[in-house]
C-alpha cells in the first residue's frame, strides 16, 4: 500500500469512526426521546383515533396494530434520513465512493420504504395473531412463522426484491465466465446462472456473493469488482478499480469454501436459535405491567408494543453477547473460506485480491486486535494474509 493510499484509508477510516459514533449518539437521543414522551403510547392513540375516522373497526387489535406500525415506520424513516443523507453526500461523496444522483437517492429510499411496509405489516399482524390464539406455547408456533418467513424471503429477495434497487445482467461471454464455469463444475458446485450487478451506479465499492437453493445457485459480481468493466468516473479517470480474472476467481474460490463448509446454513440456524430465544424472553415478559406502564400503556398491554418494548429494550444487553458470538464465529468462517480457496491453489491470487479490494474500497490495514474481535465481522486483511501464508 502506497503512502498516497494509506492516508486516504486513514482519512476515510476516521471519519467514518467519527459518524458511527455522532450515528450512536443521535440514536441514543432518538430513543430516550421516545421513552420521555411516551411516543409508542402516542401513536398507539393517534392509530385509534384514525381508525375511528375512519370507521373501521378500532377494537380491532390486529387493526390497530398494522396502522400503529406504519406511524411508527413513517417517523423512523423521517428521522433517520439525515443520518442516510450524510453517509451518502458528504462521507462516502468526500471520500470518491457515492456515485448517486440526489433524484436516484428519492427514488431507493421511496421504493425502500415502500417494500418494507409491504413485507413487515402483514407479518407483524401475523405475529399478534399467533400470539392471540397460541396458547401459552405460542413462542413455538411464532418461531415456526419467522422460519418460513426467512426462507421464503430468502428466495424473494435476489429474484424479486434486489432487482428492483439495481440492475442485474448476464455476464457476458468470454474467458471470465468460461473460468467461473470450470471452477464450478470442478466443486460440483449447481451453478444456474451468473450474474453482474451494476453496483456503480450506487457506489465504487466492490464485492461478490452466491444466492440460491439446491441446483438453483446463482453467483453474483458487482461489475466495480471486474478489471475494465465499468465505464470510469470522469472526476477519476486514473483510477484503475476492480481485479484480473484470476483474482476475481480466488475471491470465489473462497465464496465457494463458505458453500462447501455450509456456512449460510449454519448461520441462519444460529440466528434462528437467537430468535427463538427473544421469543421465549418475550413469552415470559408479555403480560408484565410495569413493562407497559414505563412506557405510558396504564390501561392496555398491545402486543406488538410489548415486542417492540422487549426485543428492542430489554433484551439489549442478552443480544449484545449474542451478535459477539455471530462476529467471533464469522470470522472464523472467513479464515475457513480463506483456507479452502488456498488449498484450491489460489493463495497467491487471493492475496492479491485482498489487497487490491482493500486498496479500491479504501480499508485501513491497521486495527487493534481487541476492537476488531468485537466490531468486524470480517478479519483485517493483514490476519487473513498471514494465515494464507501459513496455509501454504
Known sequence: MSKDIYDKARAYALHRNTFGTV?????????????????????WQWSIKIAKYYDFDHKNEILISAICMFIIGVFSHISNL???IY???????????????????????IKRFLVTQIITLPLLCGVIWVVQNGGDY????????????????????????APLFDKYTPLPEGELK???EELAASLKFPLYKLFVVEGSKRSSHSNAYLYGFYKYKRIVLFDTLIKDYCKKDSNNDDKEIGCETNEILAVLAHELGHWKHNHALLGFLLSQIILLANFIMFAKLLRYTPMYSAFGFVDSQPIIIGLFIVTMYILIPLNTIFNFIIVVISRRYEFQADHFATKLGHGEALKA????LQKDNLGYPLYDKLYSSWNHSHPPTIERLEAIDKTK
Open 23 to 43: 450515528q450512536d449518539v443521535y440514536s441514543k437521543i432518538y430513543n430516550t426521546l421516545i421513552l420521555i414522551f411516551y411516543a409508542y403510547y402516542y401513536f
Open 82 to 84: 439525515p443520518i442516510e
Open 87 to 109: 453517509d451518502t453526500f458528504v462521507l462516502e461523496q468526500k471520500h470518491g465512493f457515492n456515485k448517486q444522483t440526489a433524484m436516484f437517492f428519492i427514488k431507493d429510499e
Open 138 to 161: 405460542f413462542f413455538w408456533y411464532l418461531w415456526l412463522l419467522t422460519v418460513v418467513v426467512s426462507l421464503f424471503m430468502i428466495i424473494l429477495y435476489p429474484e424479486i426484491i
Open 178 to 180: 468460461q473460468k467461473i
Open 353 to 356: 485480491a485482498l489487497l487490491k
